[in-house]
Antibody, heavy 114, light 110 residues
Framework: QVQLVQSGSELSKPGASVKISCRAS????????IHWVRQAPGTGLEWMGW????????TSALGFTGRFVFSLDTSVSTTYLEITNLKADDTAVYFC???????WGQGTLVAVSS | QAVVTQEPSLTVSPGGTVTLTCASS?????????PYWFQQKPGQAPRTLIY???NRHSWTPARFSGSLLGGRAALTLSGAQPEDEADYYC??????????FGGGTKVTVL
């Protein structure tokens, strides 16, 4: 069956970087794009962007350019979200998803604190 | 960037009907926005209920239906159950490449 499995929680300091993974299984990886969604504590969902898994081309929402980088490794059916120069308000749960197909990762908590 | 607006909260009686709406700051919502609807319960990942305006997934209860209503996307819950108490989010596509979530609607079944 289709699964999106994300890497575990991260606790980091301001200014550091984190790289979250989202491993896909149960389907042909390059057939569907992967979207990333952020949810800060007690707030709603924010669409961050998506990556074309066939071409590797990323598209970011305004507000998620520069420090937020989408990448992939087709050899292991995995997409990545790297966040550089972490700030306290990056603290959130990050989800990968194939929203149209209805498949979501379990979410990865990134906590940024000095 | 477009702003997508939903009702912050709605209350429905058990067995009752409630309609959630999703409006775009750029004008009328159309099928070209490919409206999606998601349900999220505390501590859980979102669950996709409706895609492309009105299509249900196999796991979507028949009491949920999607439509376009008065220039907005709409999610109607008919015959509300206690387990339908959750946050609901719409997602709209702009130019097929960028997407925007609404702020979410907290539905209380009371």
């Amino acid at each position: 069956q289709v699964q999106l499995v994300q890497s575990g929680s991260e606790l980091s300091k301001p200014g550091a970087s984190v790289k979250i993974s989202c491993r896909a299984s149960g389907y042909t990886f390059t057939k569907y794009s992967i979207h990333w969604v952020r949810q800060a504590p007690g707030t709603g969902l924010e669409w961050m962007g998506w990556i074309n898994t066939k071409t590797g081309s990323p598209t970011s929402a305004l507000g998620f350019t520069g420090r937020f980088v989408f990448s992939l490794d087709t050899s292991v059916s995995t997409t990545y979200l790297e966040i550089t120069n972490l700030k306290a308000d990056d603290t959130a749960v990050y989800f990968c998803s194939r929203p149209g197909s209805g498949f979501w990762g379990q979410g990865t908590l990134v906590a940024v604190s000095s | 960037q477009a702003v997508v607006t939903q009702e912050p909260s709605l209350t429905v009686s058990p067995g009752g009907t409630v309609t959630l709406t999703c409006a775009s700051s750029t004008g009328a919502v159309t099928s070209g926005h490919y409206p999606y609807w998601f349900q999220q319960k505390p501590g859980q990942a979102p669950r996709t209920l409706i895609y492309d305006t009105a299509n249900r997934h196999s796991w979507t209860p028949a009491r949920f239906s999607g439509s376009l209503l008065g220039g907005r996307a709409a999610l109607t819950l008919s015959g509300a159950q206690p387990e339908d108490e959750a946050d609901y989010y719409c997602l709209l596509s702009y130019d097929g490449s960028r997407w925007v979530f609404g702020g979410g609607t907290k539905v209380t079944v009371l």
